[in-house]
């Protein structure tokens, strides 16, 4: 039914993509209006509280219970920003309790406000599982937290790992390995030239992984022209 309803889409209508990875779901070739932030949009990298964060929808497709289990193993404080259902939850609370993790669910914030706390972090996660879904896809997150100056600890999927290509400060761990996420993020959170040299190179991704405004506008005003 998805592919009968995208077949029609691109009979009636006019398709933009967010990222690359979509194209496969298409015969034809469509814009690509790539999901970064906007200009102006990120506060400036912060110094390191210690903790891990992770930002986005809590579910455990997307890796809610290995980030426990990982801070758990590097002893570290934390924070999962982003809707999470009541029984996710409720297991991550009693998996943070048995553990012994320092861990705070923060619930959804405006976007200003939850980078605000991103940049406090030491470590950004992206734990997501191998699934289709996410296979192909790169996650918005992994260029927030690299344009915010913090290391990133991300699943080795294709999406991920093509879509960040030739940037540095990614550690890539297999899908569902808590102790291979635990384990870089030891090996660099408390890496301060890292970090040092992320905060500059932050500026410069800002310039060029932003939201393509410019472009949306000239696409929609060619619509309505």
Not at 32 to 46: E, I, K, T
Not at 119 to 143: C, E
Request: proline share 8%; aromatic share 6%.
């Amino acid at each position: 039914m998805a592919e009968r309803l995208l077949d029609a889409a691109e009979r009636f209508c006019s398709i933009t993509l967010a990222e690359p990875g979509y194209r496969r779901l298409f015969d034809r070739d469509h814009p690509v209006f790539p999901n970064y932030p906007a200009s102006g949009g990120l506060p400036d990298p912060a110094p390191s509280d210690g903790s891990v964060v992770y930002v986005g929808d809590v579910t455990e497709a997307r890796g809610a219970l290995d980030m426990v289990e990982a801070a758990a193993t590097s002893s570290r404080p934390l924070t999962v920003i982003g809707r999470c259902p009541g029984d996710i939850a409720e297991q991550m609370q009693a998996l943070a309790a048995d553990r012994g993790v320092d861990l705070t669910l923060s619930g959804w914030l405006p976007h200003r406000k939850a980078m605000e706390r991103v940049a406090t972090a030491a470590i950004g996660l992206s734990l997501l599982h191998d699934l289709p879904n996410y296979r192909h896809s790169m996650p918005t997150k992994l260029v927030e937290y690299l344009q915010l100056g913090i290391p990133v600890v991300a699943s080795d999927l294709p999406g991920s790992r093509d879509g960040t290509a030739g940037l540095s400060g990614i550690t890539f761990v297999p899908p569902r390995d808590p102790a291979a996420a635990a384990a870089a993020i030891d090996a660099t959170a408390d890496d301060d030239a890292l970090r040092a040299d992320l905060a500059v190179a932050a500026a410069g991704l800002r310039q060029e992984l932003v939201w393509p405004a410019a472009e949306v506008r000239a696409f929609y005003r060619e619509l309505l022209d």
